[in-house]
């Protein structure tokens, strides 16, 4: 069993900056991507952008420039530094990390951060 913990989120101007920290703890074997996802009030759940185990990243159009995705595959954690926050940014951040375990290939999702962009 794979556990994600996050940190981070809450509230911030427009404009402003917040670091989402997601770590990844159980039996692991080798992580395949770890990202983030959102979902804001009334709609679905979409990728904000995720990197995989070779480093390649992939962000949604509507961050790309402003959000910045890296990991840290010896402490197991994935970040998203985000800047020049937007109001439509605000959502609840899932962490989602996707690989391979001791019961066989898994995909675990942290429990949700609020990050809320409002003057």
């Known amino acids: 069993q794979v556990q994600l913990v996050e940190s981070g989120g809450g509230s911030v101007q427009p404009g402003g900056s917040v670091r989402l920290s997601c770590e990844a703890s159980?039996?692991?074997?080798?992580?395949?991507?770890m990202g983030w996802y959102r979902q804001a009030p009334g709609k679905e759940r979409e990728l904000v952008a995720e990197?995989?185990?070779?480093?390649?990243?992939n962000s949604a159009k509507s961050v790309k420039g402003r959000f910045a995705i890296s990991r840290d595959d010896a402490a197991l954690t994935v970040s998203l530094q985000m800047n020049s926050l937007k109001p439509e940014d605000t959502a609840v951040y899932y962490c989602?990390?996707?690989?391979?375990?001791?019961?066989?290939?898994?995909?675990?999702w942290g429990q949700g951060t609020q990050v809320t962009v409002s003057s």
């Open positions: 159980g039996s692991i074997f080798s992580i395949d991507s």
């Open positions: 990197i995989t185990s070779g480093g390649t990243t």
């Open positions: 989602n990390v996707r690989g391979g375990g001791v019961l066989g290939p898994f995909e675990s």
